[in-house]
C-alpha cells in the first residue's frame, strides 16, 4: 500500500473513532429550574390539569429523564418526566432552562 493511501486509510479510521466517542448517549441529564414548578401526576395527558405532587423551588436542578409532547404552556408543548429528590412526575419544559424544547440530550418518552 503506498503512503499516501495508508494516511488516508489512517484518517478514516481515526475520523470514524471520534465520531463513535462523540456520539450523545441520550440518557436524560440534569437541568436548573426558572420558576417555582409544579411536579405532576399525569397518567395519560401531560398539562396543568394532572394533580401536583410537590413544587421545586426556583433555582433546582431536576433530572429529565425523557420527554413527551402535551398541552402547550406558553406555546412550548414539550413536558419532561423528571426526578427531584424521592419524587418522580412530569412537568412542563418552559419552566426548565434546557435551552432549547426538546433538549437533545434527552430522549422521547417510549
Known sequence: MSP???LAACAVTVTAAVGLVATPAFAGGYFQT????NL???QWLNNSQCS???TIPNGQ???LNCWAPGSSVNG???WYN????????MLAGDYVNTGHDPNPAVSRCV
Open 4 to 6: 499516501r493511501r495508508l
Open 34 to 37: 426558572q420558576t417555582d414548578l
Open 40 to 42: 405532576r401526576y399525569c
Open 52 to 54: 401536583v405532587i410537590l
Open 61 to 63: 436542578s431536576v433530572y
Open 76 to 78: 412550548d408543548t414539550v
Open 82 to 89: 423528571a426526578f427531584y429528590g424521592n419524587a418522580s412526575g
